[in-house]
């Protein structure tokens, strides 16, 4: 089975600390991808990689940053946390030219 | 630029009564559609994907259908882990992105 792990389940930080968020995935898949979730706004994309050091911006970039040195590791960074960041966020992967995501647990982020 | 939506919203059943969700999309050129269940406070786990009109997939209770312009998940005689919100997502040809709809969420009675 496939295993992304997410490495926070419950953060708490407070307006403007440096967040990092850090996802593992297990199976070698070369794309990897961070959203965030919210009510009513549904699973929006933040950014994604598509192979070691690569990154492209999704829909929502502004405010965050990412950071792929490995290809297993996918790293997401809020360099100055806001309370409109609060949320649950999500890592997923998968292999490069099928669709199928597969997704983590999740890391829900309180800003305060 | 594509889109997703999913109804209704929320669906409340008994348990034994069964029903469908729908998810109607518009895609420049449908790679796949896929849907997942996620339950409260965790990632979405992948369910079914479907790649063309006619297609058909079933687990257990469920059962994904697809046309040309939506797809269906059938639930037959749901119980109360049956619960969840399921979301629908489709792939286009031209790029690596996934467009969500909203999700339904479903709740299953005793």
């Known amino acids: 089975d496939v295993k992304v792990t997410q490495s926070s389940r419950y953060l708490v930080k407070r307006t403007g600390e440096k967040v990092f968020l850090e996802c593992v995935q297990d199976?070698?898949?070369?794309?990897m991808f961070w959203y965030r979730q919210d009510p009513g706004l549904g699973l929006r994309l933040i950014y994604f990689?598509?192979?070691?050091?690569?990154?492209e911006k999704g829909d929502i970039p502004e405010g965050y940053s990412v950071s792929r040195e490995k290809k297993e590791r996918f790293s997401l960074i809020l360099e100055s946390a806001s309370t409109n960041q609060t949320s649950m966020y999500l890592c997923?992967?998968?292999?490069?030219?099928?669709?199928?995501?597969?997704f983590g647990e999740g890391s829900r982020l309180t800003v305060l | 630029e594509d889109q997703v939506t999913q109804s209704p919203e929320a669906l409340r059943l008994q348990e034994g009564e069964s029903s469908s969700l729908n998810c109607s999309y518009t895609?420049?050129?449908?790679?796949?559609l896929f849907w997942y269940r996620q339950d409260p406070g965790k990632g979405p786990e992948f369910l079914f994907t479907?790649?063309?009109a006619g297609e058909e997939k079933e687990k257990e209770r469920l059962k994904a259908t697809l046309t040309k312009k939506e797809s269906f998940l059938h639930i037959t005689a749901p119980k109360p882990e049956d619960s969840a919100t399921y979301l629908c997502?489709?792939?286009?040809?031209?790029?690596?992105?996934?467009?969500f709809g909203g999700g339904t969420r479903l709740m299953v009675k005793p």
């Open positions: 199976m070698d898949h070369e794309n």
């Open positions: 990689s598509y192979d070691v050091k690569m990154k």
């Open positions: 997923a992967s998968r292999p490069r030219n099928t669709g199928e995501l597969f």
């Open positions: 997502a489709v792939a286009n040809n031209a790029g690596n992105m996934l467009t």
């Open positions: 895609v420049s050129g449908l790679r796949g």
């Open positions: 479907l790649y063309s």
